[in-house]
């Protein structure tokens, strides 16, 4: 996982699973004398966070009255299609009131994918009907808290589905900016970023993103409920070695609120596997995009470019835990091995080991003396310190100043519990930097803190690769380029399938002025991490920049920023490609400037209080020749950050 260096604010994974549901009717007027909700009691309101489908037919009262009897007909065709597809993506229909539909979905990647499909089937029962009489969904999808009442739910989560919904083309979809956050990482869909709308009676602007039309989504065989993968990718070679993908093992618990258990056992087992030098391991960024998705191990192979797929389940209940896990050789469909755990939930860090194990000797692996230790390291023996230790990663991944509050919280509990537990120290330093990255406080000493915790936790585990990651990007923010690279390149030989690590070594390098080593660490991050976040192609985009490779860089920026309008550090790398750019021309048009000031306002526009923007804005104004401009802005700047701008 990544920790975030000095120019990287977005996660490879959202780590956040909800329990959602949702319906379209508009929030219930108030009563202005007593300021209660009709029919409902204020002193005991239940509220959740929902996905919300809201779809609605165009034109569909020209349709009634020019043939009542026909649209009816071809109204309850369609629902019968809608009805199915909203079941198999686990669905919930709240109600189909005239021509509109509206359904509760368990997280966001299932009512987009289950959008998606509505819009697809439903344009080929279309096909052979004359334009005038196609009867076409509109569809807009938000998350958002909502109130309960029985089977219904109220609020402005509701109604901003609705708005997204008119917003949305016929045979369209518009989502909500919360959903795309969700789905970003997890759905290779093609979204197009529409700002901020102003919606009827939503006191604050909404972001919107609209999927792009030619957008694919996992297609589901009528009659089967099963599901491919995301949109079919370029088949990968497989390397010259064992490789593997484990995909996300399936919480079989009654209670939604363990699934970051199940999602940590995966990506314990994972980072085991990471340490074997003689194993190509997939990392768990591009394996979470399949949770959910039933794919065939084949697909999976080709896109992943892997030959062994490893998939599993947990059931937690109680003291008990239940794991079955089964090794696929997804090049001839044969099952390898499968075996089921039924153990006391205090042996879960064996029953880990055990899966590795029997990995390393299916496989036939070649270990060394050091791997053989590290692959089995200790975690913790407390499981209830264990317990916050994963809570902790759900909440650092938020990228928030409250989850990042929490995160550390809970590591600190963690701590307490059991003081000798390294990994605990590590994530926990983690929290400082990122508070010291994103000015969370005022506190000088974050970065010093973040320091002494990575060196606390290799003093009791000196082979945990992320804590000399760690340290790896305190030495980078301190400018100590030096030993940055060397703790980089330690924690790429403890953990040698870590995407992240050369994502973050290619990042200290550009700091560092080797480009060429910057492009080469992407390309082998890229690899390991075929679907990886936006922050990949920022490093690639940055070290294209350093390397005079202006038009490749500013191809590679502007597609990270339409993967991810709102990061900021590559809005200010794009700004600075197009003024190096100009800047070497024979004869440079200062109107080829103006890009470079578009890129450098919405940086300015996202966070006014970080000094990258106001830097990039007095660079930018400075070339155009607006001196007294520059100044302020670079007078800003050093108001913000004295010591750095």
């Not at 890229?526 to 922050?535: G, Q, S, T, V």
Request: a negative charge.
């Amino acid at each position: 996982m990544p920790l975030l260096t000095a120019t990287i604010i977005v996660p490879w994974r959202n780590a956040s699973h909800f329990r959602l549901s949702g319906t379209h009717f508009e929030t219930p007027q108030r009563d202005p004398q007593n300021k209660k909700l009709p029919h409902m009691v204020t002193d005991h309101i239940e509220r959740k966070l929902a996905a919300i489908l809201h779809a609605d037919i165009k034109d569909y009262s020209r349709l009634m009255g020019e043939d009542e009897v026909g649209t009816l007909r071809m109204l309850t065709a369609h629902r019968e299609i809608t009805d199915v597809l909203i079941q198999q993506h686990r669905g919930r229909i709240v109600s189909t009131a005239g021509d509109s539909i509206l359904a509760e979905f368990g997280s966001a990647v299932d009512a987009v994918q289950c959008a998606v499909e509505i819009q697809q089937a439903l344009k080929a029962s279309n096909a052979g009907l004359p334009s005038a009489r196609r009867m076409e969904f509109r569809i807009g999808i938000n998350v958002g808290d909502v109130m309960v009442e029985g089977p219904q739910i109220y609020g402005d989560g509701v109604n901003i589905a609705a708005r997204l919904e008119a917003l949305a083309e016929p045979g369209g979809i518009c989502v909500s900016g919360t959903v795309y956050d969700q789905v970003e990482n997890k759905l290779e869909l093609g979204y197009e970023y529409l700002g901020e709308q102003t919606v009827k009676n939503i006191a604050k602007p909404v972001r919107v993103y609209r999927l792009q039309r030619e957008a694919q989504a996992p297609a589901i065989a009528q009659g089967t409920g099963d599901t491919s993968s995301p949109l079919p990718s370029p088949a990968l070679p497989l390397p010259g070695k064992p490789s593997i993908i484990v995909l996300p093992f399936v919480n079989m618990s009654n209670d939604p609120e363990q699934e970051y258990f199940s999602d940590g056992i995966t990506e314990d087992i994972t980072t085991d596997l990471s340490k074997i030098s003689s194993l190509f391991v997939i990392s768990p960024n591009s394996a979470f995009t399949y949770k959910g998705i039933t794919a065939k191990v084949q697909d999976i192979s080709r896109e992943m470019g892997v030959r062994y797929v490893m998939e599993g389940s947990v059931r937690k209940a109680g003291e008990r835990v239940r794991i079955t896990a089964q090794l696929i050789d997804a090049t001839t469909d044969h099952h390898l091995w499968a075996e089921r755990y039924d153990r006391p939930l205090t042996d879960i860090f064996s029953v880990q080991d055990e899966i590795v194990r029997r990995i390393v000797t299916t496989l036939k692996l070649q270990i060394t003396l050091q791997e053989q230790g590290v692959i089995v390291g200790k975690h913790t023996d407390n499981l209830e310190a264990y317990d916050a230790f994963l809570r902790g990663i759900d909440c650092f991944w938020r990228l928030t100043k409250e989850g990042n509050a929490e995160a550390r919280h809970l590591w600190e509990k963690a701590l307490a519990l059991d003081p000798q537990y390294a990994e605990a120290y590590a994530w926990l330093g983690g929290t400082y930097r990122l508070e010291w990255l994103f000015h969370w406080s005022g506190t000088p000493q974050t970065l010093e803190r973040a320091l002494e915790l990575a060196h606390r936790a290799l003093a009791l585990d000196d082979t945990l690769p992320f804590a000399r990651t760690l340290l790896s990007h305190v030495y980078a923010n301190q400018q100590q380029y030096a030993q940055a690279i060397e703790e980089g390149e330690r924690a790429i030989v403890l953990d040698p399938n870590n995407a992240d690590s050369y994502a973050f070594q290619a990042d200290i390098l550009i700091s560092a002025g080797r480009p060429e080593e910057a492009l080469s660490a992407v390309a082998q991050a890229m690899r390991l991490n075929p679907r990886c976040p936006a922050f990949y192609l920022l490093q690639l985009g940055a070290a294209y920049r350093m390397a005079g490779r202006y038009a490749q860089a500013i191809a590679t920026l502007k597609d990270t920023i339409s993967r991810s309008p709102d990061l900021i550090p590559a809005l200010v790398i794009l700004a600075r490609s197009y003024i190096e750019q100009w800047a070497v021309q024979q004869n440079p048009n200062g109107e080829e400037l103006e890009p470079a000031l578009a890129a450098a306002r919405r940086a300015l526009s996202l966070n006014d209080a970080l000094y990258w923007s106001h830097t990039i804005l007095g660079y930018v104004l400075l070339h155009q020749k607006q001196y007294d401009q520059a100044l302020a802005a670079t007078e800003q700047a050093v108001v913000l950050a004295p010591a750095e701008a």
